[in-house]
T-cell receptor
Framework: KNQVEQSPQSLIILEGKNCTLQCNYTVSPFSNLRWYKQDTGRGPVSLTI?????NTKSNGRYTATLDADTKQSSLHITASQLSDSASYICVVSAGTGGYNKLIFGAGTRLAVHP | NAGVTQTPKFQVLKTGQSMTLQCAQDMNHEYMSWYRQDPGMGLRLIHY???????DQGEVPNGYNVSRSTTEDFPLRLLSAAPSQTSVYFCASSYSAGTEIEAFFGQGTRLTVV
């Protein structure tokens, strides 16, 4: 069964600190992995995409990693800001073409406190 | 740019009532889909469409109907609302080409069935 598991479920950090969110997946066939940010009351918005051949990708203060062998991904947030408070969702795309199914993790709820 | 627009944003229904959640996109995307988001769970696919006139069931289709008469619109109908359908509903759209497809989400409809 295709599954995406995220940890921790929730996290509280102080403004300016760094944090790392984890994503483990069992999805076949693997197409790509995206991290989405979902602000309260809004729809998810893509932060970054990781394909099978990529190990690390950065988008400003966000850095995603992918280990396709262990089927793990992480999202590292550097120098956190209050606006980083949101849910972060790991989404794995399954399929080889056509309509790829998206498998969603339950998300990590991050709260950044001043 | 409007992107993906969902209406209404909030809705309260009585058990047994029917209603239609509206979704429209202005990006000329072929793919559109409906998800529900429940606490502690990842988004789950209800129905999806790969083009006008073509729809298919997702993971949790029971109690919902969809149609796709135009590229822009993809309404979701609840036939006879039940308390188990209390959830936040998201509509998403994406291009059909390539494997690195990004899903664009609407802002969601929070539905409560009493």
């Amino acid at each position: 069964k295709n599954q995406v598991e995220q940890s921790p479920q929730s996290l509280i950090i102080l403004e300016g600190k760094n944090c790392t969110l984890q994503c483990n997946y069992t999805v076949s066939p693997f197409s790509n992995l995206r991290w989405y940010k979902q602000d309260t009351g809004r729809g998810p918005v893509s932060l970054t995409i990781m394909t099978f051949s990529e190990n690390t990708k950065s988008n400003g203060r966000y850095t995603a990693t992918l280990d396709a062998d262990t089927k793990q991904s992480s999202l590292h947030i550097t120098a956190s800001q209050l606006s980083d408070s949101a849910s972060y969702i790991c989404v794995v795309s399954a399929g080889t073409g056509g309509y790829n199914k998206l498998i969603f993790g339950a998300g990590t709820r991050l709260a950044v406190h001043p | 740019n409007a992107g993906v627009t969902q209406t209404p944003k909030f809705q309260v229904l009585k058990t047994g009532q029917s209603m239609t959640l509206q979704c429209a996109q202005d990006m000329n995307h072929e793919y559109m889909s409906w998800y529900r988001q429940d606490p502690g769970m990842g988004l789950r696919l209800i129905h999806y469409s790969v083009g006008a006139g073509i729809t298919d069931q997702g993971e949790v289709p029971n109690g919902y109907n969809v149609s796709r008469s135009t590229t822009e619109d993809f309404p979701l109908r609840l036939l006879s609302a039940a308390p188990s359908q209390t959830s936040v509903y998201f509509c998403a759209s994406s291009y059909s080409a390539g494997t690195e497809i990004e899903a664009f989400f609407g802002q969601g409809t929070r539905l409560t069935v009493v």
